[in-house]
């Protein structure tokens, strides 16, 4: 099993941090930024298409609740059942950048901020 380590590059670009997820853990995932088949997901296919290294740097909607892609009715239901609130991820790489971010996860064991 991996350790988990502080690492920018492990940010989904939904905000979950990859590096303390299990699966990422036990290498049956590569992660968002290397699974290519997570074609399926819009919020992946929107940040690559415009060079995002997260919904954080979306300058088209200033709240990602707001957006359609990022807050549709499957993220909302995995976000009920895992407890997760991939908002308040976002919200805290815009408000301490990506590396403080991965720092912040990393100490505290977390693939995402719970509800």
């Not at 919020?43 to 549709?72: F, P, Q």
């Amino acid at each position: 099993m991996k350790e988990i380590v502080a690492d920018a590059n492990l940010i989904a670009f939904c905000g979950l941090y990859c590096g303390a997820c299990r699966r990422y853990l036990l290498d049956k995932c590569p992660g968002c930024r290397e699974n290519e088949k997570a074609s399926w997901c819009g919020v992946r296919s929107c940040c690559l298409e415009n060079n995002w290294n997260s919904c954080a740097d979306c300058e088209t909607v200033s709240n990602v609740s707001d957006c359609k892609k990022y807050n549709n009715f499957m993220a909302r239901l995995f976000g009920f059942i895992f407890r997760s609130n991939r908002a308040a991820c976002i919200a805290l790489i815009k408000e301490k950048g990506y590396e403080d971010y991965a720092r912040y996860m990393t100490e505290n064991k977390l693939q995402s901020i719970k509800r």
